[in-house]
């Protein structure tokens, strides 16, 4: 089965980096784009970060300058780097992707289950 891990998140203090990670796994045939969204209390779920298969990179308005994405395509892994943190980058942070199974003609998107990421002031 076909899913997406998500492994780092925390708490951490204002000003200090945190790193994300999101692991395609099961049968994969090939990766497309692969990021991150995030999703406060009370608000819509916004863009982070997004890596295309082209490399081209994306980043949400909110923490351009401080993040940086990169996917392994090897090993179908995706990293986010968050420096800077602010108590605003407070939210539940899901990873993004789209994949192909082994055996689909048809690339899908899939979520990751979610981490939360707390930065206190």
């Known amino acids: 089965q076909v899913q997406l891990v998500e492994s780092g998140g925390g708490l951490v203090q204002a000003g200090e980096s945190l790193g994300l990670s999101c692991a395609a796994s099961g049968s994969v045939a090939r990766l497309g784009a692969m990021g991150w969204y995030r999703q406060a209390p009370g608000k819509q779920r916004e863009l982070v970060a997004q890596?295309?298969?082209?490399?081209?990179?994306k980043y949400g308005d909110s923490v351009k300058g401080r993040v940086t994405i990169s996917v392994n395509n090897v090993e179908k892994t995706g990293y986010l780097l968050m420096n800077g943190l602010k108590p605003e980058d407070t939210a539940v942070y899901y990873c993004?992707?789209?994949?192909?199974?082994?055996?689909?003609?048809?690339?899908?998107?899939?979520w990751g289950q979610g981490t939360q990421v707390t930065v206190s002031s």
């Open positions: 993004h992707a789209v994949l192909t199974p082994l055996g689909s003609e048809f690339p899908n998107p899939y």
């Open positions: 890596m295309t298969s082209a490399g081209i990179r």
